[in-house]
Every structure is written in C-alpha cells, then in structure tokens.
C-alpha cells in the first residue's frame, strides 16, 4: 500500500516561506515522477509543480513560477515544495501525487497516489 506524507504547511504572512515536504512510502520512488497540487473550498485542485523521477524535468504553473521551487531526495524517499514570497492566494491545501507517467502532468487524473493534504494559510 502506498502512502504519502505531507508536512510542513502551517500560517505565514504574505512575502513569507514555507517549506512542504511529502515522504512516500512507494518502493519504486526513485522512478516515480511527482507532482503537488492545491485545492481551495469550492474550487478545482489546481496543478502548482512536477518532477520528473530523475529530476531532470521540471514543470510549474504560471501562479508560483520563479517563486516556488520542486525537488526531491530519492535516498530519502522525499519530494519537497520550496515556497517563497507568499501571496494570500496561495492560501490552499496542498497535496503531494505521484505516479504520472503519460498524459499531462498537470491533470490530477493521471496520478495514481495522492497524500492527505496540508493546510497553508498566508495572511494578509
């Protein structure tokens, strides 16, 4: 059984940082791409980053480009979500996914491995 765990979410003010990481419990980690969204009450969840199971693509939405930053430590079976100058409107809980591999990856059908979620929250 596959499990995903998120950490790292919590209150910060606008311009702040946060650092999410998400432990996969997935023995093939290493050659499993990943990805992390986000979700708001009543709205989509939105696509926010990929990675590559190498790490050599990398792929963000237009709304976080240049201030968040993916990456992953497969020794540590760890994929990370580098926030930086937060806006409110990155207020949302956060998934970790894994396990794209066609399609696009930014539509969240394409995962098969989802985490439960952690709340970031950035006041204004």
Known sequence: QVQLVESGGGLVQAGGSLRLSCVASVRTFSTTNMGWFRQTPGKEREFVA???????????ADSVKGRFTISRDN??????????????????????????????????????YWGQGTQVTVSS
């Open 75 to 112: 020794a540590k079976k760890t994929v990370y979500l580098q926030m930086n100058s937060l806006k409110p409107e990155d207020t949302a809980v956060y998934y970790c996914a894994g396990g794209w591999s066609g399609g696009s990856y930014s539509s969240q059908g394409v995962y098969d």
């Open 50 to 60: 990929a990675i590559t199971w190498g790490g050599l693509r990398i792929y963000y």
